[in-house]
């Protein structure tokens, strides 16, 4: 049985490991930055949050009703996903402010991780001992 590398090409373990490492501190440093406020629910104008309500409520209601109600599965998904979006719609995102120097080592150390990732998945020549 041989052993196969990183995605199944000879070699490359080593290098996918530290490209890997790199990537994942160089995602934690920058996510670090970034801090994420919540704004105010103005999908359909403002203080409309109750509205979207509606269809997960009503379809709630079809459910209870009968649990094997096409429509109120409909609704109740339906509702589900309108608040969910417009939970992310609403949210405000920064990065905080930090050095040049911090942002090149964070931005560095995740781009230098993705080009060690992506050579070591690339088929190198065997050694020939």
Known sequence: ME???AGGTPGGVG???GGLAMMVVGGYLLLQQVQVHSGFWDWFGPS???????PLLVG??????????VVGWLLTGAGALMIVAGIIAN??????????????????L????????????????????
């Open 91 to 108: 949210l405000q995102v920064w990065f905080r402010p930090t050095s040049l120097y911090n942002t090149l080592i964070m931005l560095g």
């Open 15 to 17: 290098t996918f490991l």
């Open 60 to 69: 709630i209601g079809f459910l209870f009703f009968d649990g094997k109600s």
């Open 3 to 5: 052993i196969k590398g």
């Open 48 to 54: 409309t949050f109750g509205l979207t309500l509606l």
């Open 110 to 129: 995740l781009a230098g991780g993705v080009g060690l990732v992506a050579r070591s998945l690339k088929a190198r020549p065997e050694a020939k001992g």
